[in-house]
């Protein structure tokens, strides 16, 4: 069965840093852009950061813009998010998603098809 499994979530203190992991199977990984959304406790699902097929092109909201690196490994069929001086509105449960449906935008959610169940993330001192 298809999946995608994302993992690394877990309480932080403000300015730490951080690498989510999400682990794709079932689909050939490396034929599909990914994106990672997160949703904050009350709030709407929100674009992180989307990369293509290749890795060679990365799109990122002005969120998180400079603190936030999306990169993917196709041989380990694994994308990651490296998170860095995290702050306490980071805390979220963090989604990846797979497969662009044509073109549609990066940042809006139903652009994308598959979904994994999320890992949160608690930035607290």
């Known amino acids: 069965q298809a999946q995608l499994v994302e993992s690394g979530g877990g309480l932080v203190q403000p300015g730490d840093s951080l690498r989510l992991s999400c682990a794709g199977s079932?689909?050939?990984?490396?034929?599909?852009?990914m994106a990672w959304f997160r949703q904050a406790p009350g709030k709407e699902r929100e674009f992180v950061a989307s990369?293509?097929?290749?890795?060679?092109?990365?799109v990122y909201s002005d969120s998180v813009k400079g603190r936030f690196t999306i990169s993917r490994d196709n041989a380990k069929n694994t994308l990651y998010l490296q998170i860095e001086s995290l702050k306490p509105e980071d805390t979220a449960t963090y989604y990846c998603?797979?497969?662009?449906?044509?073109?549609?935008?990066?940042?809006?959610?139903?652009?994308?098809?598959?979904w994994g169940q999320g890992t949160h993330v608690t930035v607290s001192s």
């Open positions: 079932g689909r050939p990984f490396s034929g599909y852009a």
């Open positions: 998603a797979q497969g662009q449906r044509g073109n549609g935008p990066v940042e809006m959610s139903t652009t994308w098809a598959y």
């Open positions: 990369i293509n097929l290749s890795g060679g092109t990365k």
